[in-house]
């Protein structure tokens, strides 16, 4: 019992730091009646050069990447993780109005920190949010690296055929509005109550798994991780998290809700877009200007989206004809990881991530 409470001192502790509890006000405007509160965390290696803009998944938290601080701090990394709307203290958003909004808080944030030059990384859900800033915000991506790395980035079920979710795009905007309230249910059953896979998707797992860890990798900083994982689940759960109803409903693409995606609606649709930014952003700065990197790490087992005809259909969605020149893409899948576990430390995509915007 003491070395629990000693661990949860620590985790507390951890959690506590100034840095992971940013806040600043957008003030009213035309689209914006009342001044619009956002929660966010900076962290890693404070620096103007390597930026990391943090597109969480399904649960939108700010929390969900400073397990790696030490790590970006390694490789002169600052990582920007904003809570979306209605997680943590950020003002909540219906979900015609949440990509919108997202690219007002981005650009606000960004202006806040003078921050002129980012890194996309979205995981999961994110990376609907993570498209909607390239498409539209592309002049904040690093002017000779651009770059944008894609963990297990969502895909419809209309396209993966993952059947739970195509039940679930089928169950009442009522019902699927209230999930919020069942985390929060699940939650006040405390540590006894299994809801692994209730959360799956939504929260990194930071799985204890008995195979070897590979070459290189770092068992004290993974043992951290892992110690962590139950103080940073209490923090999410503990804050709002409105905001996961809304990213559902927007997510599953409900009829109520047409064009909540953005002006692209879906992958294959999106990719020619920009393909033909890319182009005319080439011709006009300079036809030796360096590519557009996309990079997509997939889970070799995938809840989620699934593990064959999702990955397919997006890597089709890129194929030269349809990305052009001025874009480089490439995906992957990660051994051992599932859609919860795959940016843990054991693995290395985040120090991978790292090193592709530093390299």
Partial sequence: MTNDNAGNTTAARYFDDERFHRSFTLPPDASRPAEFKVTYADFGHH???HIMLFCGPLMGSRYLLTTKDKLAQQHGVRIIAADRPGFGGTTDVPPADRVRVWLEIVEALLKHLSIKHVSIVGYSGGAIYAMNVLLHMRHILHPTH????????????SHSGVSTLKIAGLLPNGLVGSFDRLLQAVNSMGPAFQFSNVLSGLIPSFSRGTDPLPPGVDAEAIAVEESLHKELLRRVTNEDIRGIS??????????????CWGT???WDKLVPLLAQAEKERRSADSPTAPPLRVHVFFAETDMMIGTTVARNW?????K?????????????????TNHDNILDLKYGVVERILRDMTG
Avoid at 146 to 157: E, G, K, N, R, S
């Fill in 314 to 318: 997006l890597d089709n969605c890129w």
């Fill in 264 to 266: 692209w609606g879906d």
């Fill in 47 to 49: 620096n103007d050069e």
């Fill in 320 to 336: 030269p004809e349809q990305r052009g020149d001025a874009i480089e893409y490439s995906s992957e899948v990660i051994p051992k």
């Fill in 246 to 259: 809304q990213d559902a409903l927007l997510l599953l693409k409900r009829d109520e809700y047409p064009g």
């Fill in 146 to 157: 651009p770059y944008v790395a894609l963990c297990t980035p969502w895909i419809h079920p």
